[in-house]
């Protein structure tokens, strides 16, 4: 070995012991114990870290080149330090192989009633990770009012190729709904073993081949559904939507009452609508009441209706708004929170 190799395979054992000590924002860990440093280079006294995250669209990667430069200052021998970046959305062990489906995380979005934006979130949740460059599937399980068509522009029945539905496509997600298997006026016979084997098929007999993400749209509350996905599809985790206004006890743990009949970890709580007519705080109050993570707020504002009606999700049709902003950063803090698995754990509420 040359007198060179020697020194830089001393010099790279010397950066990764200072990598040690580089906390990677909203990660629980170090770049290190985090498996993220994929290789370390070293070229005319520059560092090249490549190093891997845990989701396309990690938002901190220029807080991370400042702790990286930071790190490496005592280091000898290293002049500056160029970051690489490259990810990878991790396969959820809980998630696991049970359906035959090759799904990397499968999450929920439930609320306590209708009309809080549970689907408009869900959809632009999906539409924000997509954009980021994610796998993203959305199945709209809402039997009572499946309007994820509506909200995705394409409301034609998927075709069937090999007795399989292939997906629904539209703004890079893939999506199914049970407003495809039912006629729209029959939502009271969707009962049971019918509604059962329904829940099945959505996973089952549907082409969704790989996914990064798996987004699920609830029905409000809890119920049949939430009992056949319990018994279906092994989940990563939820979230709850509320509206700002008199978030009540009672409301929060109608919102987090299907997560524990579903038996999957709350990642937190949003509130949506927020601003001057509805105020804003019931989300906090709701996540502390279940004690767990309050994720942050959607802003009020026309276009998002305007966008979900005319199957535009307001990501896309107004990406600088505000409620756009703060979608899309929840999308990330979700998929964040999904990867490091540092979901709140699970309060135990009796079902009200
Ligand atoms: N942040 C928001 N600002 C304005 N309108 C919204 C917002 N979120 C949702 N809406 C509108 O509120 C209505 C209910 O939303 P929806 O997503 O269908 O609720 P849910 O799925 O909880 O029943 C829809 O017309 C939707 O466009
Ligand atoms: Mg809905």
Redesign the pocket.
């Known amino acids: 070995m040359s007198g060179k190799q020697e020194t830089n395979n001393s010099l790279v054992a010397a950066i990764r012991e200072a990598l040690r000590k580089v906390e990677a924002p909203e990660l629980r860990g170090n770049l290190v114990s985090l498996k993220m440093v994929q290789a370390i280079e070293i070229e005319n006294e520059i560092a090249h870290l490549h190093l891997l995250l845990p989701t396309p669209g990690y938002p901190y990667q220029e807080e991370l080149t400042e702790r990286c430069t930071r790190a490496l200052q005592g280091v000898d021998g290293i002049q500056r330090v160029d970051l690489h970046f490259d990810d990878e959305v991790r396969r959820d062990p809980r998630v696991g192989d049970k359906l035959g489906l090759s799904v990397k995380h499968i999450f929920a979005v439930a ?1 306590g009633k ?8 869900a959809v632009n949740l999906a539409a924000s990770l997509a954009e980021d460059g994610a796998t993203v599937g959305l199945l709209d399980a ?1 039997i009572y ?1 499946p ?1 994820i068509p509506m ?1 995705m522009g394409v409301e034609e029945m998927p075709p069937v190729e090999g007795g399989k539905l292939v997906p629904a496509q539209a703004h890079g997600v893939r999506f199914m709904s049970m407003g495809f298997l039912m006629p729209s006026d029959r939502a009271l016979i969707w009962r049971g073993p019918m509604l059962h084997k329904a829940i099945q098929q959505l996973f089952t007999d549907v082409r969704w081949g790989d996914l990064d993400y798996l987004i699920i ?1 609830l029905p ?1 509350g809890t119920g049949d559904v939430q009992l056949s996905l319990a018994q279906t599809a092994p989940l990563s985790g939820g979230v709850i ?1 509320t509206m700002p206004q008199n978030v009540s006890l009672a409301d929060a743990r109608r919102g987090g009452a299907a997560f524990i009949q579903l038996e999957v970890p709350i990642i937190g709580v949003i509130e ?2 927020s601003g001057e007519i509805f105020g804003s705080g019931g989300g906090e109050r709701a996540a502390q009441e279940l004690d767990v993570a309050f994720l942050g707020r ?5 276009n ?2 305007v966008g ?2 005319a199957g535009r999700p307001i990501v896309l049709s107004h990406p600088t708004s505000a ?1 756009a902003r703060s979608l899309r950063q929840l999308a990330r803090l979700i998929a964040l929170r999904l990867n490091t698995h540092v979901a709140d754990p699970r309060p135990q509420l009796k079902i009200v």
Do not use: F, I, Y
Not at 298 to 302: A, G, P, T
């Open positions: 609320s209708g009309g809080v934006g549970k689907s408009t979130v809402d009012g309007n909200m749209d409000p939507v949506n609508m959607v802003e009020l504002d026309s998002v209706r979900g009606d409620a």
